[in-house]
């Protein structure tokens, strides 16, 4: 592990690095789009991701970019319902739905409790829907939205690593404790649970990065989820930006998210899925990249090992 800065890494120190928000629309989500998934059963199923456009996450966790398509205030009622009208009418239809609203689903600064009813009623054609919440977040208005809901419910939750001094200093307010709470919870309420756990985040080397996330693979099913989403820290949020400088962050190679990618599959204990979101930037080689993406994408699908890529690099 490196060296820790000499400075705080706390919420006014991260806001601090931050650039411009981008222009958003309220009655608008600012992305929505169809892909396919690996679902618990085993079935590979089309499913539509709605970048949910709401008001900036409470928590100033130090990985996140997440807040550069928020608002500063909760949009007005009636407008989460209407960005999920806009993005389900112009995308084929699909038997699944995740919403992500850059926060948690259950923070009422975020998603007006007045919307449940009028999102329950536009969900009701799917099968599952899977909304991210913060652990703390997690209770009565999960309960609440569930009575309202027919398709099954699904939480994700960022566990990020179990890192005993990586996690604390992430700035994410959280303990493997808190997740562990919350994760129990929600299978006493039949409610399905989803880690994400960060490959490499700061003040780790490449190895440990490795090391970590299988370890946090670890807990995350040991603690009761059905699936862990593995996602390479990216920087580009500032505060990443600004330690990358100093040295102590370094974004990971891609043959790294393919060997954590090898040992949860290995598992066989659930769903093991790479987040391949604007992938290329984590490889090096021109000549591999394409093929390493390709094999991600089919070990997400079928949840088998694949053979490794041969390149020279």
């Known amino acids: 592990m490196n060296d820790l800065p000499g400075h705080p890494v706390d919420s006014h120190w991260i806001r601090a690095q931050r650039g411009e928000k981008m222009p958003v629309d309220p009655f608008v989500p600012y992305g929505y789009f169809n892909e396919q998934e690996c679902t618990v059963t085993g079935s590979v199923e089309e499913v539509t991701t709605i970048l949910l456009t709401n008001r900036e996450c409470p928590y100033n966790c130090l990985m996140c970019d997440l807040w550069k398509h928020t608002t500063d205030k909760t949009v007005p009622p009636g407008a989460i319902p209407a960005q999920i009208e806009y993005a389900l009418s112009r ?29 329950a009623s536009l969900l009701s054609p799917y099968k599952s829907v899977l909304v991210e919440s913060h652990s703390a977040l997690i209770g009565n208005e999960t309960l609440n939205f569930k009575r309202l809901l027919k398709p099954a419910l699904e939480v994700g939750i960022g566990l990020e690593t179990i890192h005993p001094e990586v996690l604390p200093r992430l700035n994410k307010q959280m303990t493997t404790a808190d997740f562990g709470h919350a994760v129990e919870w929600l299978r006493s309420q039949g409610i399905l649970s989803r880690a ?63 060997r954590v990618m090898e040992y949860g599959l290995g598992l066989h204990a659930g769903v093991v899925l790479a987040d391949l979101w604007d992938l290329e930037q984590f490889a090096d080689c021109v000549h591999c990249k394409g093929l390493r993406r390709e094999r991600l994408n089919k070990m997400n699908l079928t949840q088998a090992i694949t053979p490794p890529v041969d390149c020279s690099c």
């Open 196 to 258: 994400y756990i960060l490959l490499r985040p700061p003040f780790l080397t490449e190895e440990e990065g490795i090391e970590w996330a299988c370890k946090s693979i670890d807990f995350a099913f040991g603690a009761g989820v059905s699936s862990c989403v593995v996602i390479p820290v990216r920087p580009g949020n500032g505060a990443l930006d600004k330690l990358t400088e100093e040295g102590y962050f370094a974004k990971p190679a891609i043959r790294s998210l393919e």
């Open 91 to 119: 995308l084929p239809f699909a038997s699944r739905v995740k919403l992500y609203n850059s926060g948690s689903f259950f923070d009422r600064r975020a998603i007006p409790l007045a919307d449940y009813e009028q999102i």
